[in-house]
């Protein structure tokens, strides 16, 4: 669950962020309009860099955005809480985020991905070169295979990318997924193992034709 920092009184505390959004959607629901920028302000960077690894393009990630906010606050009417606010924020960018793509014949890819441990204690590997070696040739190999797994997302069905990145990305849970995707909770893990598989395969297969890194003889 989100926290935030808020002050009071001139001093600052943690509270839950459900608390204060709760206070939030039902001034914002009254037609106050600070209330909902309140809203704006805490979910703009996170929903951009979500839109952002989903489309690929920040002219776009920043047009979906803005098109997320204006239909939550015409839709605020009508959100009961049952959701979180993020939830319900997800939900609509995700579902914008897949339309975008089925009207694109060919997407960019210009995301950076990295994965966090899944709920089942299990971290998720990619057999990267060694980032911290200075030889030319390591260094070069490991570029082209970033830009295999970045490729490789970009090339997932929007289903399987918008789980792969809500999970690994955003880093929300299992069941934060299935409410925002609408979904049971065994889609989910589905759709993250085959989105996971398809860029193993990918990676798998740039190893395979990729040059051996050679490393240059230590100083005697």
């Known amino acids: 669950m989100f926290r935030e920092t808020v002050s009071l009184s001139g001093s600052f505390v943690a509270v839950d962020t459900l ?15 600070a209330a909902f920028e309140q809203i704006m302000s805490l979910y703009a960077d996170r929903l951009y860099n979500y839109i952002l690894r989903m489309v690929g ?6 047009d979906l955005v803005q098109e997320t906010f204006l239909r939550a ?20 960018a ?9 009207r694109r014949a060919r997407r960019v890819p210009t995301v950076s991905y990295s994965a966090h441990d899944d709920e089942d204690g299990e971290a998720t590997e990619w057999d990267f070169p060694d980032q911290q070696t200075p030889n030319p040739l390591d260094a070069a190999l490991n570029r082209e ?3 295999v797994v970045e490729e490789a997302i970009g090339k997932l069905s929007p289903k399987l990318k918008t789980v792969l990145l809500l999970y690994d990305v955003e880093e929300l849970s299992y069941e934060e997924i299935a409410r925002v995707l609408g979904i049971p909770i065994g889609t989910v893990k589905s759709r993250l193992n085959h989105a ?9 297969a ?5 040059p051996v890194p050679t490393r240059a003889p230590s100083a005697k």
Request: charged content about 25%.
């Open 19 to 33: 608390s204060v959004e709760a206070q939030l959607v039902e001034r914002a629901k009254a037609q106050d309009e």
């Open 196 to 204: 996971r598989t398809q860029i193993q395969k990918a990676v798998a």
């Open 57 to 62: 393009n920040a002219t776009d990630a920043e």
């Open 94 to 102: 995700a579902n914008l985020c897949i339309d975008h793509q089925r």
């Open 206 to 210: 740039y190893l395979s034709d990729a």
């Open 73 to 92: 606050y015409q839709g605020l009417p009508n959100f009961d809480g049952r959701a979180s606010l993020g939830t319900w924020l997800y939900r609509i």
């Open 145 to 147: 295979l970033e830009a």
